[in-house]
């Protein structure tokens, strides 16, 4: 099957086209890994996945508004990340076509909408975790599919380095969507850090942007994971990666942890995952937050057993085994 996936994330991109590749397909990706072994962007690697140079030149004339008719037509498959503007404008190019739109966490009510007529004319849907039903608006699902993690890739906690850590990109200027002012309420006089790219402005916290071995290296060796969503993601590629590592994490309850901007919809889907003092901690309270974090920076064993049984959750939820599983059912579906 030939599989063409137009990406706006470059880490989902890196995980689901490598994954998709490893089931035998031939994907291309209009995005971050046209090139998969010429990729210029530290937060992952490039792939070593076949390279195909004619579709390569065909996507440099085009942009994904507005995609070339020969790449729709080598292609079996057309997967869209999110981005609805990419099927208005080419949909009418898309006749034929089996034609997938593959949701990253982050519909509204709004994008349901802009859904629902390409939904009526065909398009499948997968989406990337159960809470997306309370979308005002819902336009269905064909599979829920999540994200994955290889569980031998992410593993070895140690917890050697009595600190906090978090993972998120532009942490302090998307502020209420990333719920830095808990986070910086809660780890105040805590040592604690932030790595991501464009965190300069969290000041000390600023971890700096690590590479791809950087990033598990400090997954591995640090003690806690503090982990505060981001609006409106059930959760984020930054919450499996520590819960497959083993660190220990702390997340916001169900309260703090849907967003007031999105009332209607209950997309936070953590406190699902997470059972309280057996695979990690989770509350809406502060105080509590700050208790629990400073509980695991000063118990070394109790981290480990905690962030143990998060790695099995992890395992059970976003085992990579699992969700080539059900990506190779989907896409084999008449």
Known sequence: MKILYLSCHSIL???EVKLLTSLGHEVFSHGTYADPAKVDDPKRPGLEIPRYPDLIEKAKTCTKENLDVDLIAWADVIICMHVVDWLRLNWSKFTGKRVIWRSIGQSTKDVENMLLSFRRDGLQIVR?????????????EDAMIRFYKDSDEFGGFTGEKREIITVAQSFQQRYEYTNWNIFEKVVDGLPARVYGPHN???GHLNGGCPDYEGLKKELRENRAF???GTYPAAYTLGFIEA???GIPVVALGEHLGNSPYYLEQRTYEVPDIIRNGENGFIADDLDQ???FLQTLLNDKNRAFRIGQEG???AILYFGMDKIKDQWKEFLERI
């Open 200 to 202: 300069e402005e969290t």
């Open 128 to 140: 990337y975790s159960p809470r997306e039903k309370t979308i005002p608006g819902f336009v269905g």
């Open 311 to 313: 790695r099995k959750t």
């Open 289 to 291: 937050l700050r208790n």
């Open 243 to 245: 819960l497959m590592t």
């Open 226 to 228: 503090f982990y505060t």
């Open 13 to 15: 991109e890196y995980d």
